[in-house]
């Protein structure tokens, strides 16, 4: 995989030859991702107490771009216990291209590359991102998850784009993206309600190109 | 099953309703037009003829879906739809679609997303609807503005069409938007 992303000519082979449909239907498999400080893997059973200890801390929430006060009425959101976060990590668990982001050891949070049919036809999926220590925030855990979910998104799946949306109030996650090569494509007015306020939602993307040739610069 | 309180929208020129099993007929007649495809972003190579069962694939997407009109104009000529409607954030996306090549070029696909926004802002309550079009349908593009939606942002490269890569317009209108747009209005 080092080699495609050091070669462009490389990554026109390979699985780009398929339509591009058939593609991530083959990539079925989920490779563990390992960095220096984060390990993007699927969920086990002990990931459970760390994802209970760790609760849901308002300040993420409304990161998220969710009113904490509201919270309840989206299940994903509500307080988890421990028949939700079975159940939720059972789903990471048979997503293609979902992972649990261990640090020292421990959960720390979740990431997605997310893909609907038409995304597929497009070679394209959205990615999101989701820490739930607010103490682990700000070390650049998120910037190396982004990175290899990235790296994966290009290399082995050979996508085409990666986009994501990002409340615009959530200046930490957007300086991440910027870190980790995406650029603004627009912004969404007032697409989020949160605690009585209008906040934007910022759609960024990379492209391929973009991403191999800053993997070159490297 | 679908939306049985979902109203039925009436203009001057298009009437809005419920889809019914029925409409696979009328569907069916209308066929796949090659330039219609390209403007929803499909390839060329992969124009299918319309068939019965595509055409009751097409109905009963229409009928399990919440927020899913048919556009009659005399006849069946598309559908219109508001997916994803979040009533905590207050926004849906619009799609719609004239599949009556005949039909395409005077205003009914606008009067149709005008009842529709009508009715996302004033029974809804919504506080965005925003669509994406593939950035070469400046037919789709202009009409939308002329409802009232602006430009937000590009995703570039979203679309690989006919072995070219396009971006998708992404726009959106907000209430007070629309509001203005229907002051003078009766």
């Known amino acids: 995989?080092?080699?495609?992303?050091?070669?462009?000519?490389?990554?026109?082979?390979?699985?780009?030859?398929?339509?591009?449909?058939?593609?991530?239907?083959?990539?079925?498999?989920?490779?563990?991702?390992?960095?220096?400080?984060?390990?993007?893997?699927?969920?086990?059973?002990?990931?459970?107490?760390?994802?209970?200890?760790?609760?849901?801390?308002?300040?993420?929430?409304?990161?998220?771009?969710?009113?904490?006060?509201?919270r309840e009425t989206i299940p994903a959101l509500s307080p988890p216990t421990a028949e939700t976060v079975e159940q939720w990590m059972d789903a990471i668990a048979k997503?293609?291209?979902?992972?649990?982001?261990?640090?020292?050891?421990?959960?720390?949070?979740?990431?997605?590359?997310?893909?609907?049919?038409?995304?597929?036809?497009?070679?394209?999926?959205?990615?999101?991102?989701?820490?739930?220590?607010?103490?682990?925030?700000?070390?650049?855990?998120?910037?190396?998850?982004?990175?290899?979910?990235?790296?994966?998104?290009?290399?082995?799946?050979?996508?085409?784009?990666?986009?994501?949306?990002?409340?615009?109030?959530?200046?930490?996650?957007?300086?991440?993206?910027?870190?980790?090569?995406?650029?603004?494509?627009?912004?969404?007015?007032?697409?989020?309600?949160?605690?009585?306020?209008?906040?934007?939602?910022?759609?960024?993307?990379?492209?391929?190109?973009?991403?191999?040739?800053?993997?070159?610069?490297? | 099953m679908s939306n049985a309180s979902l109203p039925a929208l009436i203009g001057k020129r298009v009437t809005l309703r419920r889809p019914c099993e029925e409409d696979f007929a009328a569907r069916l007649k209308l066929g796949r037009d090659a330039e219609i495809s390209r403007m929803y972003g499909g390839n060329r190579s992969d124009l299918r003829p319309m068939t019965e069962e595509a055409a009751r694939h097409w109905v009963g997407r229409l009928l399990d879906h919440d927020h899913a009109w048919i556009i009659e104009a005399g006849t069946l000529i598309g559908h219109v739809r508001l997916d994803r409607v979040d009533l905590k954030d207050k926004r849906a996306s619009l799609a719609i679609g004239i599949d009556d090549s005949t039909q395409l070029g005077k205003g009914l696909g606008s009067e149709a997303i005008a009842l529709v926004l009508g009715y996302a802002f004033n029974v809804l309550k919504l506080h965005r609807v925003s669509l994406r079009a593939v950035d070469y349908n400046s037919r789709a593009i202009g009409a939308y503005q002329k409802c009232g939606f602006v430009v937000e942002g590009r995703e570039r490269e979203a679309a690989f069409v006919d072995g070219i890569w396009h971006d998708d317009v992404m726009m959106a209108i907000l209430d007070r938007e629309y509001a203005e747009t229907q002051r003078g209005k009766t």
């Open chain 1, 95 to 218: 997503t293609p291209h979902s992972w649990i982001i261990e640090h020292e050891g421990r959960f720390l949070g979740d990431v997605h590359l997310r893909a609907n049919a038409l995304d597929r036809l497009a070679a394209r999926a959205e990615l999101a991102i989701s820490l739930y220590d607010t103490k682990k925030l700000g070390l650049g855990l998120g910037r190396e998850t982004v990175r290899l979910v990235l790296q994966y998104a290009f290399g082995s799946l050979q996508l085409h784009r990666v986009g994501l949306r990002v409340a615009s109030h959530n200046a930490r996650a957007i300086r991440c993206y910027l870190a980790c090569g995406f650029l603004v494509e627009g912004r969404a007015r007032e697409a989020h309600f949160v605690a009585g306020e209008r906040y934007d939602e910022i759609i960024m993307g990379i492209l391929a190109r973009e991403f191999h040739d800053r993997a070159v610069a490297d």
């Open chain 1, 1 to 70: 995989m080092a080699a495609d992303l050091k070669n462009p000519i490389n990554y026109q082979g390979g699985l780009s030859i398929l339509p591009f449909s058939k593609r991530a239907t083959l990539m079925t498999t989920k490779p563990n991702l390992t960095g220096t400080v984060v390990l993007l893997r699927n969920p086990e059973p002990r990931d459970v107490a760390d994802r209970l200890a760790l609760g849901l801390d308002p300040t993420i929430v409304h990161l998220f771009g969710v009113d904490p006060a509201a």
